[in-house]
């Protein structure tokens, strides 16, 4: 006979079972009986300051460690606080268990004291979700929210177990197989269709393989490799997929996009054949859909067969893993090669060498002695390196640390990409640090973003978690700004945020037990990195004030064509100049 003990044990139990090492969370009252054992687990729980900051810092986590990152809540606003993480990590694939107190079965639907229908809320930006009102149940439902959140396309799933069911008297019993019908996530590609891929490839004069962040989640950055330099492909590789192939290797034209660079966005839009590869032909990628890639075929290979076709149609549809479906192409390819195939890309690369050495990444440096934020985050890349990791919010200093930082490796770069999530950086960059713990890890982050969640300040400073955070400071809502510029006659509705003169970062910093620094000179910026770096004992937060009215370029305005890209204000697109 079993031993009897409480479905809030038979909970603890469970998530050590499946492999939790982290939990963050806030206790409250419907989750607060599983707080109890908790205290004697060997999962660690760190207390975030915010529910919000517990889910990001949970999708930093999946995302440095490949693990299925772990949130704890309690009812009611503990839960809706997650709603956002839970969304965003949904949104860009990242396999999370969000784990959430609920009132005691027979008071659900009655309006209770901290009741929210949180099952009913995140059904829709949820793998899967789970109410649970019997303790039986416990191990079972975490069981199966572990391996549906980190198979097939990863993504968050929630398990609301009602405080009766956490008091109530049960066993524990871990199942021994998982019976979910209708969950049956294909990995393996269909061999005819990778056949069929292969023969396009070899027919194509102007091909680009056209690089997701499925191939990140897949963890198939060595196979793209291969894939890239056995034929000589040109690689773009999206905002979700930077990391993926070297921004070193000549075959790589960077990103593609609203804020692409001019050789990335130009291969999509004259290219013959995309291989697609964990990509899902965002709107951010596209720009006018009917104008995108207009002679193009098109590959495209992702897990999710729901992203097939879904945007653009697909002449040749792959579902699988990104990993095998690259390395069953290699072989294809191969074979395609021993049998008299070969490639013939010259005339396209002089093409695109052209547009890559007319239109390389830069910015302009202000007059007048203010810092350009580009170069800040252009001077961090460059001293900190290609081992550290970069966690951005989002915005202007997002794109810009999409650009300049130089991205060697896979799964050095984090940012919140579909959602578009202010207030992401600081939470996600305390999760990465836990679960890669001898790395450095950069937040860089804006003024509006950083106000959002910095009380995680405090988390981090708390839990010897010694992250670094670039503030890049101008004083505004950058993006926003850079749009009323734009497109609103410079009218600046409520986008000023007096960041320069309240808060004072520096104090703030101070005031959290991080190390506070300042930097508003060119010349100062290499030192006041150094000096971050060489603290390794406490957060330390920079303040870095910057040019106000810098702006992204390029850039593809929302709506129109990619054909219409611009490399700064008051000129012509480019390829209107070209002709």
């Not at 400073?461 to 400071?473: G, H, R, S, T, Y």
Request: charged share 20%; hydrophobic share 45%; glycine share 10%.
């Amino acid at each position: 006979m079993s031993e009897k003990i409480s479905g809030a044990q038979s909970l603890v139990q469970a998530l050590e079972t499946a492999g939790a090492e982290v939990i963050f969370g806030i206790p409250g009252g419907a989750i607060l009986p599983a707080y109890d054992p908790l205290f004697d687990s060997k999962v660690r729980h760190i207390l975030v300051r915010h529910e919000q900051g517990a889910g990001h810092a949970a999708e930093g986590y999946a995302a440095a460690t490949g693990k299925v990152g772990v949130c704890m809540a309690t009812s009611g606003p503990g839960a809706t606080n997650l709603v956002t993480p839970i969304a965003d990590a949904y949104m860009d694939s990242i396999p999370m268990v969000a784990v959430t107190g609920q009132v005691p079965s027979a008071s659900i639907g009655s309006d209770a004291f901290q009741e929210a229908d949180i099952r009913g809320i995140t059904m829709p930006i949820t793998k899967h979700n789970f109410l649970v009102t019997d303790a039986a149940e416990i191990p079972r439902r975490i069981a199966e929210a572990f391996h549906i959140a980190s198979t097939g396309r990863p993504g968050p799933v929630l398990v609301d177990i009602s405080k009766d069911a956490l008091q109530a008297s049960t066993t524990f019993q871990w199942p021994a197989t998982l019976d979910l019908p209708g969950y049956r996530p294909v990995t393996r590609p269909h061999s005819k269709q990778v056949r069929e891929a292969a023969r396009l490839i070899l027919e194509a004069r102007r091909p680009v393989l056209y690089v997701g962040g499925g191939v990140i989640r897949a963890r198939a950055a060595a196979e793209l490799h291969v894939l890239a330099e056995l034929t000589g492909i040109p690689v773009v590789t999206t905002l979700m997929a930077r990391g993926a192939f070297p921004d070193s290797h000549p075959l790589h034209l960077g990103m593609p996009g609203m804020h692409g660079t001019v050789a990335a966005v130009g291969a999509l839009q004259k290219s013959d054949l995309l291989i697609t590869l964990g990509a899902r032909f965002d709107d951010r990628v596209t720009g006018k859909l009917s104008s995108f890639a207009p002679d193009a075929k098109v590959i495209h290979a992702d897990i999710d067969p729901a992203e097939i076709s879904k945007n653009r149609t697909a002449d040749v549809p792959i579902v699988g893993d990104c990993r095998e479906v690259i390395a069953d192409l290699i072989v294809a390819i191969k074979a395609e090669l021993d049998a008299g195939g070969s490639f013939d890309y010259a005339g396209w690369w002089r093409q695109l060498d052209q547009l890559r050495s007319t239109y390389p990444l830069g910015y302009d440096t202000p007059a007048g002695g203010e810092v350009a934020p580009q170069y800040v985050i252009e001077r961090i890349g460059a001293i900190v390196g290609p081992d550290a990791i970069y966690c951005a919010g989002v915005g202007q200093h997002q794109m810009w640390a999409a650009q300049f930082v130089r991205y060697e490796k896979p799964n050095s770069w984090i940012n919140s990409g579909g959602l578009g999530t202010m207030g992401f950086a600081v939470p996600a960059a305390m999760g990465a640090k836990v679960g890669r713990p001898d790395t450095t890890v950069w937040a860089i982050d804006g003024d509006g973003c950083f106000q959002m969640t910095n009380q995680e300040l405090a988390t981090c400073a708390l839990n010897d978690i010694p992250i670094k955070v670039a503030v890049i400071n101008n004083g505004s809502l950058g993006m926003v700004r850079q749009w009323q510029t734009l497109f609103y006659d410079s009218r600046y509705s409520n986008t000023d945020l007096h960041s320069r003169r309240i808060p004072d970062f520096v104090k703030l910093a101070d005031a959290y037990g991080c190390v506070g620094l300042r930097c508003d000179s060119a010349a100062d910026v290499d030192a006041t990195i150094d000096k971050a770096m060489a603290v390794d004992d406490r957060p330390v937060v920079v303040d870095f004030v910057v040019h106000q009215d810098a702006m992204v370029w390029p850039m593809v305005a929302a709506g129109t064509s990619n054909d219409d890209i611009m490399v700064a204000r008051d000129l012509a697109p480019v390829w209107d100049r070209e002709e």
